[in-house]
């Protein structure tokens, strides 16, 4: 008794689920040649299904750049610039620095990115964070670490390198 109903509560949360998914997808607002781009941090709706041409992100497989019709993907994003070209015309796109996250990219030209945070470049203090770097660094090589002072070091060194390289992008 207790295995079916928890069979018939699987199959009523998953035809639930799947009819809140065609609903969602229903609402966008869905431009023939556009991506629908839904971007997001725990704190701010950056863009909330809003038709742009392109994105480019960095993930934790390589660079990657999505446009509608992108095949459908599932990826982690690494420390990168999320750059939001709004048309084909744009020559300067909306950037964003996070410092991980993922990218989810539909069959159906929408796609969703969900950040820990989006700072605008312009809003980054770049010398801030070279200093950073630097104590990171100077952190990272002090020896006689526990392996979770290690991994924290770690991150902090390859969170302010990617910073970095995004005054490059600038």
Request: net charge negative; charged share 25%; glycine share 4%.
């Amino acid at each position: 008794m207790f295995r079916l109903t928890q069979r018939v509560l699987r199959q009523a949360a998953f035809t639930a689920t799947r009819a809140l998914r065609q609903d969602a997808g229903a609402a966008g607002k869905k431009v023939d040649g556009f991506l629908t781009l839904s971007f997001a941090t725990p704190n701010v709706v950056i863009n909330k299904a809003v038709p742009v041409h392109m994105v480019t992100l960095t993930t934790a497989e390589g660079e990657m750049g999505i446009l509608a019709d992108h095949a459908p993907t599932l990826a982690e994003l690494k420390p990168c610039v999320v750059s939001v070209y709004e048309a084909k015309e744009t020559t300067e796109p909306s950037k964003y620095f996070v410092p991980g996250g993922f990218v989810v990219v539909n069959a159906d030209s929408s796609a969703s990115i969900t950040a820990a945070d989006a700072i605008p470049l312009e809003d980054i203090d770049f010398s801030l964070a070279k200093a950073k770097l630097d104590e990171a660094n100077a952190e990272f090589a002090k020896p006689g670490k526990s392996d979770k002072e290690l991994a924290e070091s770690r991150i902090a060194v390859e969170v302010f390198s990617a910073i970095m390289q995004a005054a490059d992008k600038k």
